[in-house]
């Protein structure tokens, strides 16, 4: 695993002519809004540093949708998305996964089908082979298959529902993933096995980005 | 009114899109929203719905049976014209709204509000393909299905009580019904009530996907406009299709100029 660097990284250069070959996430907001510039390398494990929330706002649904507000220059995955035709963007949307704070689960849906929804959806075809690895993966992380599969996320722990997100994202092997405080709001055995998510990631996707997001929460 | 024509043009939209990607309940997560689907609407609530139907629509015939002092031949008449084709799928409809429109309605709006909506868009997956298109196809078929088990149970519930009531035997009206029913009665009620379900669906996942605010008091609001206007919407076909297939609504009170 990578060691986890700052944010704003020093060797990309002035905002707007860095280059965006060797960049996982770049992100350069106009002046004046209040918001950081984030440049994120390629490959590793990596921190976003702490993010207001209006920049998280900003940063996540850029990336998301793969558009950028006005002004705003985007690099993902070492392609500026200011050039991009919308199946560029698509393409490239493909290879990104998001890991929200609390697991981004669907409340109707036990743990297994909250993992395999979008395997299901977008690769109906490796269903069959997918049990094995989610097996693999609770168990690597500590958990019991058969007690997690069958939860609804109402009766799950804050870890659980991240442990139960994190699968579902790695299942797909993305390039790319940003994972809103994987660590936040959990006990320290939980924190310790939550660390390992990057780790895991890693071991499967050589040459895969993961990004940590932090969030100042308003109060 | 601006804001009518934005829910109507939504729902057009809504429906286009369904049309669109009915492939997608080829997919396993769709075709599995789908089956619980018709499971809930279709098949768990069957007994009550069925049950309230055919007393609705077995007390309708006892009603007008004796207020016009009915014979067989009228009283059959009562039961192709009134049960068959207009109230066996009013009534499945309505049951219909009452219970799966209402929980349709009040499920995606929770799930708008909640951010679960949000989450499909992060998987890269279109709400519209997960939470729309299951859930008319499942509505509409299992609207379909009700209107034919309440259309049996009160036809036959209505003749046994006409055979009680009237001066006619239980051969005798089951005679005259089958020679007053033709195919194209339970074809046009069968067709029908699936489209009531269809928009009952429709508008219903709307005014879900679209609840008035971000708090939680928007949840009931938007059930209330799934309900009234998916009534209204069905009504509203209802008279369309009479007038349409049989040149006349309202029971013959407007009838076509052909």
Known sequence: ?219 | MIGVYREFEGCMRLAGHVLRRLPALALPPVAEALTRQIYFTGASATAGIVLRGAFIGTFIIAYVIDVLEADAALAVKILVWVVLREMGPLIAAVLVIQRSGTAITTELALMQISGEVASLRQMRIDPRDYLVVPRVVGVALSTAALTVYVQVIAVGGGMLLSSLTIDASLGELTGEFFALASPVDFVYAVIKSFLFGAAIALVCCYHGLHPPGTSINAVPKAAINGVTQSTLLVLLLNVVFAYLVFGQAFFGLVTAKL
């Open chain 1, 1 to 219: 695993m990578s060691s986890v660097e700052p944010a704003a990284q020093g060797d990309a250069g002035p905002a707007g002519t860095a280059s965006a070959r060797d960049v996982a996430l770049g992100y350069e907001p106009p002046a004046g809004r209040g918001e950081r510039r984030v440049w994120i390398p390629l490959g590793g494990s990596h921190s976003a540093g702490t993010l207001s929330e209006f920049q998280r706002k900003r940063l996540l649904g850029a990336v998301l949708e793969v558009k950028p507000e006005p002004e705003t220059r985007l690099v993902l995955l070492g392609v500026d998305v200011d050039g991009l035709r919308p199946a560029g963007r698509a393409a490239l949307r493909d290879r990104i996964a998001f890991l929200p704070a609390d697991g981004g689960l669907l409340s109707n849906l036990n743990a297994w089908e909250n993992i395999v929804l979008p395997i299901g959806f977008h690769q109906p075809g490796q269903l069959p082979g997918v049990a094995a690895q989610v097996g693999a993966l609770l168990e690597g992380l500590g958990a019991d298959p058969r007690d997690l599969l069958a939860k609804l996320p109402e009766r799950m722990t804050p870890y659980e529902k991240k442990l139960t997100g994190y699968v579902r994202i790695a299942l797909e092997n993305p390039d790319l993933v940003l994972a809103e405080e994987p660590q936040g709001g959990l006990d320290s055995a939980e924190r310790a096995a939550a660390a390992r998510f990057a780790a895991m990631y890693l071991e499967r996707r050589p040459g895969g980005t993961f990004v940590q997001l932090e969030v100042a929460r308003e109060r």
